[in-house]
């Protein structure tokens, strides 16, 4: 019954997906006993979320959880909630192991604490501007027992003279005045760790600027963008010096990382 009167608002899934939440059950244990009998307690948190839901209030902020690289983090609307694909960076990660790694653009610390719960060895640091990320980042990291340094601050401010073998960065890249940032579950995350500037592309080119004076002889960086600036990301990485410039396309096909090495 509580499923029929959600699906009038949402889909399916996403209307079990909450009962599960409320009722602290798995999928296949709600499946299993169909006759569960849900308290007029639960029943009115239910109806909450659902309204919520309904209102466009994402389900990873709702639930307050939300799956990155095959582990469970902890969400809060501090932080943007983690997408799949920025997975993407976890795998060049684990293909060019590395011993100093950083994360720059913490957020919940889904990525640092994937490459971190992947490769034990290296030491990993992860650097945000909100200190409100970083309290839900550290949180996740003591959940996944990893060693992640979090550091708070804008981009390379904290990390000065250091310097690592690899980098890797989702930060914002949506335009300013892009439509969607009015639109769905983004209209309800923090705007600083989406948009960065008129073209999107203020905050890459600080950081593709600055990573050279701190990256390691031969370190790579890499840097997650949007759908439509490859060519302009590939730009900014020659004019920056690297060398050996590529460029990853994501699960969708789409160009969605751009790496280079310091020469």
């Excluded at 899934?13 to 009998?37: I, M, N, Q, T």
């Excluded at 309204?51 to 959880?65: I, K, M, N």
């Excluded at 948009?195 to 990573?211: E, F, P, S």
Aim: net charge negative; charged share 20%; proline share 5%.
């Amino acid at each position: 019954m509580l499923l029929d009167e959600a699906r009038a608002s949402m889909p399916l899934r996403e209307a079990r997906l909450l009962l599960c939440h409320v009722l602290d059950v798995s999928h296949a244990g709600l499946e299993a006993h169909p006759e569960c009998k849900v308290s007029p307690q639960d029943t009115a948190r239910y109806m909450d979320l659902v309204a919520r839901r309904s209102a466009g209030e994402p389900v990873a902020y709702l639930t307050g959880h939300r799956e990155f690289y095959g582990l469970d983090f902890c969400v809060t609307p501090a932080v943007l909630i983690p997408r799949e694909e920025t997975e993407l960076l976890v795998e060049i990660a684990l293909e060019t192991p590395a011993r100093r790694i950083l994360d720059m653009g913490a957020g919940s610390g889904c990525l640092a604490i994937a490459v971190a719960k992947h490769l034990p060895q290296a030491e990993v640091t992860a650097v945000d501007a909100s200190a409100a990320a970083l309290d839900v980042a550290r949180e996740n990291a003591a959940r996944h027992g990893v060693v992640v340094r979090f550091l708070h601050g804008d981009w390379f401010a904290p990390i000065a003279g250091e310097r690592f073998d690899l980098i890797l960065a989702n930060p914002p890249y949506v335009a300013e005045g892009a439509a969607h940032l009015t639109q769905g579950d983004v209209r309800f995350e923090p705007r600083r760790a989406l948009a960065a500037g008129a073209d999107g592309l203020n905050d890459i080119r600080r950081i593709v600027a600055g990573a050279t004076g701190h990256l390691a002889p031969g370190g790579r960086l890499y840097v997650e963008q949007g759908y439509d600036q490859a060519m302009a990301v590939e730009s900014l990485f020659a004019g920056a010096g690297f060398s050996a410039i590529e460029q990853r396309r994501d699960l969708a096909g789409i160009v969605r990382v751009t790496g280079g090495t310091l020469p």
